[in-house]
């Protein structure tokens, strides 16, 4: 009898004891993954209150990014350009169009356009567009092909582990720098020897230490 006892007791412990933590522990773990907002948000693609296009802008016209987003290679935000940067435009442009009302009334209110935010980390990341653009990493590493884009889509998953790929070989996704803004940008070389190149130049190593990103 004592023998029966001993040995269902032990399979308790040695099976099922760890078989309910790790229950407990996965159903944990989906429980954070399901009400973090990560990996859901590829293809998020808001309405905005302008049907401005990228595609129109960036790719038939040829504007560069930087004509816009006029901070992203100086500081952590890359700015979404005011009205008055539309106006330059617009105040010849089209003066007529319905699609345009909203930006001219803004303009005249000096009031700003409230755009949707397609891409958002939570608060406790630390991004900095400077850290990446002035390196050589391009917007299309991270945002796709912007410039054929009617409206702004997300594509890359922003999780940490997404973060982490780039960060641990970076060398496929660097380019010189004067190209960044360039999305249809191809070498004429292996792209990781390119990369290569650009690390030892500049000494690049993207942190890959919790504190690197979590401040
Ligand atoms: C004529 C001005 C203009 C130009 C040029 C321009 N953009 Fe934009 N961009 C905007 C406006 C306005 C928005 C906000 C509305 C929207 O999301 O479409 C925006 C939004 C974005 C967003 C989404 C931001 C968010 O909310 O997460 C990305 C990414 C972006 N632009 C990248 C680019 C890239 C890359 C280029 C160059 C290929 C570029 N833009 C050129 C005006 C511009
Ligand atoms: C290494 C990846 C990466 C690169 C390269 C990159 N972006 Fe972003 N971008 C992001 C992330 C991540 C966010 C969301 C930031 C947040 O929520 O704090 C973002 C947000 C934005 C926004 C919304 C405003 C903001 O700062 O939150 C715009 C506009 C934008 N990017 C434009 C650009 C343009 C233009 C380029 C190229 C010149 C570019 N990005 C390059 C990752 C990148
Ligand atoms: C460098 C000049 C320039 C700038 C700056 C500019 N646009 Fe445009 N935009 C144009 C041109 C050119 C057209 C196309 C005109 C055509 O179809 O013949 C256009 C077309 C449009 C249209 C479509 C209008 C219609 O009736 O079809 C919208 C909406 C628009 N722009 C919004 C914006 C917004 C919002 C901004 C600022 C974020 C902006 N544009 C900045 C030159 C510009
Ligand atoms: C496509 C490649 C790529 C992706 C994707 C990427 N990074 Fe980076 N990251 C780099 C490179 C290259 C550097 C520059 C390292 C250097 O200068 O030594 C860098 C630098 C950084 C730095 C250091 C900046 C500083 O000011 O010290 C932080 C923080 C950072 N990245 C955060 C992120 C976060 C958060 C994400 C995801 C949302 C991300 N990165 C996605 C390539 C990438
Ligand atoms: C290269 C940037 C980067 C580094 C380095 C990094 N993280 Fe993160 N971390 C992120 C991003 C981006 C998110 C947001 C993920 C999302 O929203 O899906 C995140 C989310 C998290 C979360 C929330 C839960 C989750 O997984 O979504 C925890 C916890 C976390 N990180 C811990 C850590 C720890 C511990 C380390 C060091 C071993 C670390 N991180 C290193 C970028 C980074």
């Given at each position: 009898m ?12 040695r099976?099922f ?9 996965s ?7 399901l009400f973090?907002?990560?990996?859901k ?8 209150p302008?049907e401005?296009s990228?595609k ?12 816009c987003h006029?901070?992203v ?7 979404v ?12 442009v ?6 345009l ?6 303009y005249?209110?000096?009031e700003?356009?409230?755009?949707t935010k397609?891409?958002?980390?939570p608060?406790?990341?630390?991004f900095?567009h400077?850290?990446h653009?002035t390196?050589g990493v391009?917007c299309?590493s991270?945002?796709g092909?912007?410039d054929?884009?009617?409206?702004v ?7 940490m582990?997404?973060?982490?790929d ?8 660097l380019?010189?720098?004067?190209f ?8 004429d070389r292996p792209a990781?020897e ?15 230490d919790?504190?690197?990103c979590h401040?």
């Open positions: 004592a023998q029966t006892f001993k040995k269902s007791f032990d399979l308790q412990l099976v004891v760890p078989l309910v933590l790790l229950l407990g522990a159903a944990a773990l989906s429980a954070i993954y973090l907002p990560s990996n948000d590829v293809g998020y693609r808001p309405e905005q302008v401005y990228h129109l802008h960036a790719g038939n016209l040829g504007m560069d990014c930087r004509y006029n901070t290679e100086k500081a952590a935000h890359a700015a350009p005011t009205t008055e940067t539309c106006m330059n435009c617009h105040h010849r089209k003066t007529n169009s319905a699609k009302t909203l930006v001219r009334e803004g005249a209110k000096g700003a356009i409230p755009w397609v891409h958002v980390l608060d406790y990341v630390y900095n400077q850290a653009v390196r391009s299309v991270c945002h092909r912007v054929q884009m009617i409206k889509s997300q594509v890359a998953p922003l999780s582990g997404w973060c982490l780039c960060h641990r070989n970076p060398a496929p996704n380019r010189p720098v004067e960044v803004t360039k999305l249809d940008w191809t070498p990781e390119i990369g290569r190149e650009i690390i030892a130049q500049k000494g690049i190593n993207p942190p890959i919790c504190a690197g401040r």
